[in-house]
């Protein structure tokens, strides 16, 4: 991985929200650094990313590239919980594990963990899913950033959270081949010598 790519990723905001054609903010570094894709095509860091991002590739400033979506304040997805049906298709599309239920159950979305990605809204089948402005603790709607700072310091929060949900997900899918691997043993194991397969 690249100096320059780990730079770049540094500024982004970390949302994996896909909108800049990648399928998170990694990949976008790095086609960036290679010079494959342009720096504005990220919509969650706004102004604030795209003004950092020439600064640090020495380029001039330029909008936001608006095939890619408008820059807009913090969201976080709300579930109405009482259309939520508890299919449980959402979990696997958010990419930060900020919604917790079960099958079955009412799901609900941990508001402090939430990118704002709104990755999970195309799975749900009855479309209880939506975005709101963020809030702090306090009721206090959460203001775009305007320092690079504030947009630095949730992007790591949110880098946390995708970085430990993929090695889990890593975990679990070796778990899985293990267990696989171990019922295909013992199912060998079993079968009547002289037996065809
Ligand atoms: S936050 Fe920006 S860089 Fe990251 S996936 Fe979304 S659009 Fe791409
Ligand atoms: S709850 Fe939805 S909008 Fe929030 S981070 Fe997860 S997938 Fe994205
Ligand atoms: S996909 Fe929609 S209906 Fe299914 S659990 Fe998630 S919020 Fe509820």
Redo the contacts with the bound molecule.
């Keep these: 991985m690249s100096e320059l790519a780990d730079r770049i990723d540094a500024l982004?905001?970390?949302?994996?929200?896909?909108?800049?054609?990648?399928?998170?903010?990694r990949p976008?570094?790095e086609a960036i650094a290679q010079g494959e894709a342009d720096f504005n095509?990220?919509?969650?860091?706004g102004t604030v990313?795209l003004r950092a991002l020439a600064q640090l590739l020495n380029r001039p400033e330029k909008p936001l590239n608006p095939r890619?979506?408008l820059a807009q304040p913090p969201m976080v997805a709300v579930i109405d919980e009482v259309r939520c049906i508890g299919c449980a298709k959402c979990l696997p599309a958010c990419p930060v594990d900020a919604i917790i239920g079960a099958q079955r159950f009412t799901h609900t979305v941990v508001a402090e963990l939430c990118?704002g990605?709104e990755l999970c809204l195309p799975p749900c089948p009855v479309d209880c899913i939506e975005l709101q402005p963020a809030h702090d603790p306090d009721g206090r709607s959460i203001p775009t950033p305007t320092a690079l700072g504030e947009l630095q310091r949730r992007g790591g929060e949110f880098r946390r959270r995708y970085e430990s949900g993929l090695a889990r997900r890593r975990r679990e899918t070796e778990e899985r081949r293990a267990l696989i691997a171990a019922k295909k043993r013992q199912a060998g194991h079993w079968r009547k010598p002289g037996a065809s397969s």
């Design positions: 982004l905001p970390q949302t994996q929200c896909t909108r800049c054609g990648y399928p998170a903010c976008y570094a095509q990220c919509p969650p860091g990313t890619n979506g990118t990605c």
